[in-house]
């Protein structure tokens, strides 16, 4: 089992920055990918970047350019760096993990995470 807590989120104006964090803990070392989706109400909870365990990203067309995705040496913490926002990318943020190999491209499918945390909130105003 993985727990996963994210903080970073908060409230910033169109052009502006922010950086999530995710740091996991329990069974890490079973990890073979992380990401960060997001989620607004009423719509399904989409991908936004995801790594593999040898570094490999995916990102999703509407942040390419924009935001990265990171980890530290240990792979216990997981960043987002968000860069340029814009009031789209307004939505709850969720950290996840999965214990299960897919591919060797991290997959922004979030039926095949199956560790999830609590959710941080952005919100970016015009």
């Known amino acids: 089992q993985v727990q996963l807590v994210e903080s970073g989120g908060g409230s910033v104006q169109a052009g502006g920055s922010l950086r999530l964090s995710c740091v996991a803990s329990g069974n890490t070392g079973s990890l073979y990918y992380r990401g960060w989706f997001r989620q607004v109400p009423g719509k399904e909870r989409e991908g936004v970047a995801t790594i593999s365990t040898n570094g490999r990203t995916t990102y999703a067309d509407s942040v390419k350019g924009r935001f990265t995705i990171s980890q530290d040496n240990t792979k216990t913490t997981l960043y987002l760096q968000m860069n340029n926002l814009k009031p789209d990318d307004t939505a709850m943020y969720y950290c996840?993990?999965?214990?299960?190999?897919?591919?060797?491209?991290?997959?922004?499918?979030?039926?095949?995470?199956?560790?999830w945390g609590q959710g941080t909130q952005v919100t970016v105003s015009s």
């Open positions: 996840a993990a999965s214990q299960t190999w897919w591919t060797s491209s991290p997959p922004l499918n979030k039926n095949l995470f199956g560790n």
